[in-house]
């Protein structure tokens, strides 16, 4: 199979239902920000050396290729089929599970702290940037996003941010008070 299909030279692409939209349509504007934020936490993963958030976010980064079929699927032809394309509940409760572990190790957080640190914790700040980003692409969809999906999102940003912090103190760098 070539990675070159020659479909999209005239500038539009295929959803997953067929239907050909142009490559600035909304919807692949926001799985293009759930692919761009897969792609920096692959970045934040290459930075860390912290194999407990390595082996996270590899899960969250297989959680995005399922929201990014989801999003590219309007009209759930394929979605409901592929399983490893669900979303669901459990997947949200990890990701609080996982905000509410990291926070244990965490100083409480007082004021606002720049964006920064070490090479992983930088790289997760960016990604919980991108990741606020695909969600306001996410909510401006219409039809709309599912609302489990646009829930994963939120939640995840707030993961990558706590994520940020705690690799951050794990390597050592003090945090910078704005």
Known sequence: ???????????????????????????????????????????????????????????????????????????????????????GDADIVRLEGLIDRFELELPPLRRFILAGGSPGGAALHLARAVCRRAERRMVSLLPPAEPMLIRYINRLSDLLFVAARLANKRAGVTEVEW
């Open 1 to 87: 199979m070539k990675i070159y299909t020659r479909t999209g030279d005239a500038g539009d692409t295929s959803l997953f239902d067929g239907t050909r939209v142009r490559k600035h349509d909304a919807r692949v504007d926001a799985y293009g920000e759930v692919d761009e934020l897969n792609a920096c936490l692959g970045v934040a993963r290459s930075a860390l050396v912290d194999r407990e958030l390595d082996d996270e976010l590899a899960q969250i980064q297989r959680d995005l290729f399922a929201i990014g079929a989801r999003l590219a699927d309007p009209a759930a032809k394929i979605a409901e089929r592929v399983t490893k394309a669900a979303i």
